[in-house]
Structures are given as structure tokens and as C-alpha cells.
């Protein structure tokens, strides 16, 4: 008959025996290495893109004030009309513009007839000095009331074009060809120049100006590629334009200029590109972003993940003799999240440890 610690003793050998024959099975496998996916490099063209923020105006996005005061009389558009450049958009109150020239018209034949008056009394009293009947001071007297006459007249011809101007003001005319923004003020409204919103707003949207900023390290990354900005407005490809519902307009733009100052606050500059907008489709005040694309000709290209980013360097690991061996390499600024364009550093054909390049060490038996 088993005693109780016999039954211990047993039980405390069979564990035993079972850890030790799962450690015999377990212990090859702490000799297995881990195994680096690895790739040669090879040239190909490749393009990236990057995306900006940008803003979307008009060609020309003009205020419209009056000139004149008074309460608009009619209202001839709606927000949203496309309108001709001279078109007919308010009509302020003329009647007493048009008071005030018949006043200046008045005023101008007043003056003419007083200047004729003057002209026949200088005229006669020259024929009577000359004939030694008056005197000179009766001559000067003449002809400076002569010459006052045809100041008056010249001053009252100005205060006609004045009083015309004013009434040709009343009438408010679209300065350009364009659209029609919102309309705050309707029929009775009093307004004047010195009003704080303006009448409306015309936007020129033919083409549309999209307005973003580049960095500072983005302006020189983009000289360097063309040489010059000149050169670099030049040869830039076309831009697309994503706009705010993620959805890509449809027609593509150029990029006209890019601004040579160097905002201080933000270290940014502003660059403008134009899109085509017959389809009305863009807004001006609306947002998106600026797609521009770069394409390198023959280039390496690699994962990020075959890269280690140490401060302002990266590094790749070459695979030589079945080793890692660290390598220095530059790539472009330009990068889709997911490739980098490698310009100095590997030659085609050099064999590249591609994907937990953070997980190596110098000398690491890849292979």
C-alpha cells in the first residue's frame, strides 16, 4: 500500500520528467536566426506628389461701392447672375442729380454770356484807348473783368462735368465681366460711398486663381531640381486641384508665379495657379488643396521601411557578404509616404535589406 508521501514524491518526478522532455523538444529552436526580405535596386522614372493647402479666388474679386449718395432705386441683377463688364447692376435716386445739373448748365451759359459781355467791353475800350478816349486803368479795369469772365465760365464748365459725373454715377455699372455675389442692400436702402459692406461683390471666375504656400526648404528643394525659379515656372508640370469633397477637379492648372519674399511669421511663400473654370464649377472663397507633381527620370527608388531616419540623416543597410552594412544615402525632399526617391548613396544592382531596417545592426547576418 502507497503511503501519502510516496504519492508526493511520484507526482513532483512526473512533472519533472515532462518540463525536461518539452525543454529537449524546445531547444532547437532558439538556434533558428531571423530571416530580412532583401531586394536589389534597380532605376525606374517615378513621380510623386505633394499636396498643399490652398484657397480659391477669382480672377478678380471687385467690391462695389457708389460714388454717390442716395437710395437705390432698382435693383437690376441677382446674386449669382453672370454679368458683362459695363452692365447695369443699381440705380441710386437721380433726381437730385440731375437738379443739380441743369443748375451747373444754367450756370455755364451764365458764364458764357457774361465772358461775351467782358470780351465787347475790353474790346471797345482797347478801339477807345487806342483812339486816346479813356485811359489805360479804364483798359486794364476791362480786360481783367475780361479775363475774370473766362475764369468763371472754365469754372462753371467744371461744375457741369462734376454734376455729370455725379449723375452718370447713380447709375452702377459692373466693372468686369463676372459674377454676382450676394446682394445685402435692396430698393430704399440709403447709401453713400462711406458704407461699410459693399454693394455687392463681382468676381471674375473665367479662371480662377488658387493660392497656396511652400516652405522654405520646398522653394530651395524646387530651385535646385530646375536651376531657377524661372526655370522652374517654366518647366513645372501641370497641377490638379482637389477640392473640398476629396473629389479631383477635372481640369488641370499651371502655376503662374510664386512669390520672392520669405514670410517671417510663417517662413512660407505664397505660389498662384490658375484653373480654367467654364463649367462655373469653382467658387471664389471656396478651399482645397494643390496636387503638384515631380517626376525623376531614371532614379532609385526604395521603401521607407528599407530606411532609418537618425536626426537629419538616413541610412539603409547594403547587403554585403550576407551582412548588413550600413549606408548613408540622401533622397529626395518629395515623398509619398511610402517610397523614397534616393539621389546619392546606391548604384544599381546593389543588393538592399527592404523592409525592419530598425530591427538591424551593423554586421547583422542577414542571409
Not at 522532455?21 to 536566426?33: E, F, H, R, Y
Not at 522614372?45 to 454717390?68: F, H, M, N, W
Not at 452702377?172 to 460711398?193: Q, W
Not at 543597410?317 to 509619398?336: F, M, N, P
Request: hydrophobic share 40%; charged share 20%; with cysteine.
Amino acid at each position: 500500500m502507497i503511503t501519502e508521501n510516496k504519492k508526493w514524491i511520484l507526482l513532483i518526478g512526473i512533472i519533472g520528467c515532462t518540463m525536461w522532455m518539452a525543454s529537449c523538444k524546445q531547444a532547437p529552436d532558439a538556434g533558428v536566426k531571423p530571416s530580412y526580405a532583401t531586394m536589389k535596386v534597380e532605376a525606374a522614372d517615378k513621380e510623386l506628389s505633394t499636396s498643399y493647402s490652398a484657397t480659391i479666388r477669382g480672377r478678380q474679386d471687385i467690391d462695389i461701392y457708389p460714388q454717390v449718395s442716395g437710395t437705390i432705386e432698382k435693383l437690376c441683377v441677382t446674386e449669382g447672375q453672370r454679368v458683362r463688364r459695363g452692365q447695369l447692376l443699381f440705380v441710386i435716386d437721380q433726381v437730385p442729380y440731375k437738379a443739380a445739373l441743369k443748375t451747373a448748365v444754367a450756370n455755364v451759359e451764365a458764364a458764357r454770356a457774361g465772358l461775351a459781355t467782358a470780351e465787347l467791353s475790353y474790346n471797345s475800350n482797347k478801339e477807345l484807348y487806342a483812339q486816346k478816349v479813356v485811359s489805360e486803368f479804364s483798359l486794364k479795369t476791362a480786360e481783367n473783368t475780361f479775363l475774370t469772365a473766362k475764369a468763371q465760365l472754365a469754372q462753371a464748365e467744371a461744375q457741369e462735368m462734376s454734376a455729370r459725373n455725379n449723375l452718370s454715377y447713380t447709375e452702377v455699372k459692373s466693372p468686369s465681366d463676372g459674377v454676382v455675389g450676394a446682394l445685402p442692400y435692396r430698393a430704399g436702402a440709403l447709401v453713400s460711398a462711406a458704407m461699410p459692406k459693399p454693394l455687392t461683390t463681382v468676381s471674375d471666375n473665367s479662371d480662377m486663381y488658387v493660392y497656396f504656400s511652400m516652405t522654405e526648404n520646398q522653394l530651395l528643394a524646387l530651385t535646385r531640381e530646375y536651376g531657377s525659379m524661372d526655370e522652374a515656372l517654366k518647366n513645372m508640370p501641370p497641377v490638379e486641384l482637389k477640392l473640398n469633397d476629396n473629389s479631383v477637379y477635372d481640369k488641370k492648372g499651371v502655376i503662374e508665379s510664386i512669390s520672392g519674399v520669405i514670410d517671417r511669421q510663417t517662413g512660407t511663400v505664397v505660389a498662384r495657379a490658375v484653373f480654367p473654370n467654364e463649367s462655373r464649377l469653382l467658387h471664389s472663397g471656396a478651399s482645397g488643396s494643390i496636387i503638384v507633381p515631380s517626376t525623376y527620370k531614371s532614379c532609385i527608388v526604395i521603401p521607407q521601411g528599407a530606411t532609418v531616419q537618425m536626426q537629419d540623416q538616413t541610412i539603409t543597410y547594403k547587403v554585403v557578404d550576407g551582412k548588413a552594412v550600413s549606408t548613408l544615402i540622401t533622397v529626395a525632399s518629395i515623398s509619398d509616404g511610402r517610397e523614397f526617391v534616393v539621389l546619392d548613396g546606391l548604384q544599381q544592382g546593389d543588393e538592399i535589406v527592404s523592409a525592419g531596417a530598425g530591427l538591424l545592426r551593423e554586421g547583422t547576418v542577414v542571409k
